[in-house]
T-cell receptor, first 114, second 113 residues
Framework: AQKVTQAQTEISVVEKEDVTLDCVYE???????LFWYKQPPSGELVFLIR??????QNEISGRYSWNFQKSTSSFNFTITASQVVDSAVYFC???????????FGKGTRLSVIA | DTGVSQDPRHKITKRGQNVTFRCDPI?????LYWYRQTLGQGPEFLTY????????KSRLLSDRFSAERPKGSFSTLEIQRTEQGDSAMYLC???????????FGDGTRLSIL
C-alpha cells in the first residue's frame, strides 16, 4: 500500500525566514511520481511540482526548491525568504505508474507572519 | 485555456436528500478524477474516468454514490440519501494520460443539515 506522511501539522515563520516542509512516502513500486500542491485559503489546489522516481535531481524554481532522496524516501520542499503570500496548506502526494489516483498526505499548514 | 470548473461551489441540503455535482475538465484532458476532502485532511480518492470509462472506484464510494462521464467530457457525481458524514469538499481534477499532473477545480462544498 502507498502512504504519504507529512509530520508537520502546522508551521509558523516570520517573513523572510527560510522554511522546509517534510514529506516521507512509502511504496513498493519502482515507478512512481511525487507531487507538491498548494492550497491557499481560497481552497483551490494549485500544482507546484512533479518528480518521477528515476530523477533524483533537486529542482529550484525561484524561491522554491525541492530535495528528493530515494534513500530516505523523502521529498522535502523549501521556501526561501518566505512571504505572507506563501501562507497556505501544502500537500505532498504520491502517484504510482501512469497517472493513477494520487495518495495525499494530511498537509502542512504554513503561516508566514509579517 | 480554462481550468477545471465545478458547479455548484456550495450546496446545503437536508439529510436524506439527493445531490448532484458537475465537473467540467480541461478540454483536452482524457482523465477525470473525483476526490473528497474533509477538514484538516488531504484529498481522498473516490473514482476516476478515462474518457467515458470508469476505471476505478475507492472503497470510500458507497452504494449511495454514483459517478458518470457519459460523453467523455463533463462528469457528474450523485449522492443519494445524504448523511451527516457526507459533509465535505468534493474536488474534481483532470489530466492528460500518462504521468501528467492533475489539475484541480475549486471544489463543491457540501453541508448536510
Amino acid at each position: 500500500a502507498q502512504k504519504v506522511t507529512q509530520a508537520q501539522t502546522e508551521i509558523s515563520v516570520v517573513e523572510k525566514e527560510d522554511v522546509t516542509l517534510d514529506c516521507v512516502y512509502e511504496t513498493r513500486d519502482t515507478t512512481y511520481y511525487l507531487f507538491w500542491y498548494k492550497q491557499p485559503p481560497s481552497g483551490e489546489l494549485v500544482f507546484l511540482i512533479r518528480r518521477n522516481s528515476f530523477d533524483e535531481q533537486n529542482e529550484i524554481s525561484g524561491r522554491y526548491s525541492w530535495n528528493f532522496q530515494k534513500s530516505t524516501s523523502s521529498f522535502n520542499f523549501t521556501i526561501t525568504a518566505s512571504q505572507v503570500v506563501d501562507s497556505a496548506v501544502y500537500f505532498c502526494a504520491l502517484g504510482i505508474g501512469g497517472n493513477t489516483p494520487l495518495v495525499f498526505g494530511k498537509g502542512t499548514r504554513l503561516s508566514v507572519i509579517a | 485555456d480554462t481550468g477545471v470548473s465545478q458547479d455548484p461551489r456550495h450546496k446545503i441540503t437536508k439529510r436524506g436528500q439527493n445531490v448532484t455535482f458537475r465537473c467540467d475538465p480541461i478540454s483536452e484532458h482524457n482523465r477525470l478524477y473525483w476526490y473528497r476532502q474533509t477538514l484538516g485532511q488531504g484529498p481522498e480518492f473516490l473514482t476516476y474516468f478515462q474518457n467515458e470509462a470508469q476505471l476505478e472506484k475507492s472503497r470510500l464510494l458507497s452504494d449511495r454514490f454514483s459517478a458518470e462521464r457519459p460523453k467523455g467530457s463533463f462528469s457528474t457525481l450523485e449522492i443519494q440519501r445524504t448523511e451527516q458524514g457526507d459533509s465535505a469538499m468534493y474536488l474534481c481534477a483532470s489530466s492528460l494520460e500518462g504521468s501528467q499532473p492533475q489539475h484541480f477545480g475549486d471544489g463543491t462544498r457540501l453541508s448536510i443539515l
